[in-house]
């Protein structure tokens, strides 16, 4: 492995920050300070830049075992390298299901030759049938420490009493899709004047808030450590603010895309809009920016779901839901956080890191910990951002198989410049 020195960053520590240069030799960060003496070692520069832990995402949708053809964990891997990730958490939402320790070993063995950690969510119920329990005891021997049925929350209060329990008994987080299928129905953007104006079917906000609502007393009543995905309203992170203030375990994430688009964007019939849950009103998207700004929210993940030209290019009704993320969200939650860049590491690392149990000495990640400190002894998974650089997204020249970002055209400010996972894998525009 390599040894180099990453000269004239601004270090962004938990709690401070200093003008630092950062030697890693051999994976590891070795020394922090000014002034490093740099001879046998490869230079990288920072200066403008902010260098901080990797970025963490707690949902990726890499597609793989199934949908090939709209991304692989090694696109998928790129695309995250690319947008700063050290580490992205899989999705279990692949055919067949990640609900086994066959199918979870099978995508640990693709992902060793992805260019960054890739962690495994496995299926709360077998197929994400929402009926029976998957083996989550067998896939959490293999290191999986988040289990969900994204795609879908788990509609019977029953069943998801039962996973609490059992997830709480095995010492794992379940990470719950909130939307009730009889409220959310058949709908496809935000419930609504405007949808009824576009003659839409709308998915409600109560439909996410009811569930938020009941998974909430069931923590309350019989423990468990419960994620809550991509919530997509005011409402929801306040019910998750109040309950965290009784003292439950619960955790939540918004997606950039929430905070960033509102259910206007609809209005063009454009399907590249469609996601579930749906972009909301205005003072939904305005809310959720400043709970991330506030630290109300543990994560920023990005919802990244790729799918294929000619399946999302149907008419808004029928095309599949879901958006790209993993490449614009760093720069869209710089924009969101007033220029806090302790607030930024806090959303896109180091509290992700903890929802997903990848620091040091924990199970599951393959090569490095992630979300540390950036100081002597720490595995290098790091990040170099520039916030001041300008760019506009090109979906045509995203590392992502797919090209259905919502973002194609916009000008963004503030750009990774290199990602280092024990070594630089991304710097300065190119694959190391
Ligand atoms: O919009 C979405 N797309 N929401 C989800 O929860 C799943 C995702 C996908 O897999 O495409």
Redesign the pocket.
């Known amino acids: 492995m390599s040894t180099f020195i990453i000269r004239g960053g601004t270090v962004v520590h938990a709690a401070n920050s200093e003008r630092a240069d950062v030697l890693v030799r051999d994976g590891r960060i070795i020394e922090v300070g000014i002034k490093l003496d740099g001879t046998a070692a490869t230079e990288i520069d920072a200066s403008g830049c902010l260098v901080g832990p990797a970025f963490v995402d707690l949902h990726a949708?890499l597609r793989e075992p199934g949908n090939e053809a709209a991304e692989t964990i090694e696109s998928g891997a790129r695309a995250g390298a690319v947008g700063g990730y050290g580490a992205v958490v899989a999705?279990p939402?692949t055919t067949p299901t990640i609900d086994s320790a066959a199918v979870v070993g099978y995508v640990y063995e693709r992902a060793r030759h992805a260019v960054i950690d890739v962690a495994v969510a496995g299926a709360i119920t077998i197929g994400r049938e929402g009926k029976n329990l998957a083996p989550m005891a067998e896939m959490a021997a293999l290191g999986v420490r988040l289990f969900t049925d994204?795609?879908?929350g788990v509609q019977h209060g029953g069943v998801m009493r039962r996973a609490l329990r059992y997830s709480s008994a095995l010492g794992v987080r379940l990470a719950q899709?909130c939307e009730m299928d009889d409220l959310a129905g058949s709908g496809v953007m935000n419930d609504g004047p405007l949808a009824a104006r576009l003659g839409l079917a709308g998915r409600s906000a109560l439909a996410e808030e009811i569930m938020v609502m009941r998974d909430i007393e069931f923590v309350r009543a019989s423990g468990g450590r419960l994620h809550f995905?991509?919530l997509s309203t005011r409402r929801s992170v306040e019910l998750v603010v109040a309950a965290k203030a009784d003292g439950l375990d619960v955790t939540c994430e918004v997606a950039p895309h929430h905070f960033t688009l509102s259910e206007d964007r609809c209005a063009s019939f454009d399907p590249v809009f469609?996601?579930?849950?749906p972009l909301r009103s205005m003072a939904d998207v305005e809310g959720l920016r400043l709970a991330v700004a506030r630290g109300d929210i543990d994560a920023v993940a990005t919802?990244h779901?790729?799918?294929t030209p000619e399946s999302k290019d149907g008419t808004f009704d029928e095309a599949?839901?879901?958006?790209l993320g993993l490449e614009t969200a760093a720069a869209l939650t710089w924009g969101a956080v007033n220029g806090d860049a302790h607030a930024f590491f806090n959303v896109l690392s180091r509290r992700p890191a903890r929802v997903a149990q990848l620091r040091a000495g924990e199970l599951g990640v393959r090569r490095i910990a992630h979300g540390g400190d950036v100081a002597p002894g720490e595995d290098a998974s790091l990040v170099i951002f520039d916030p001041s650089d300008s760019w506009t997204v090109n979906r045509h020249a995203l590392q992502s198989r797919a090209l259905n970002t919502p973002f194609h055209d916009m000008v963004m400010t503030g750009r990774v410049r290199g990602t280092v996972v024990g070594e630089p894998v991304w710097l300065n525009g190119e694959f190391r």
């Open positions: 949708h999705m939402n994204d795609g879908n899709h995905l991509h469609k996601v579930h849950p919802d779901a790729p799918h599949p839901p879901g958006m």
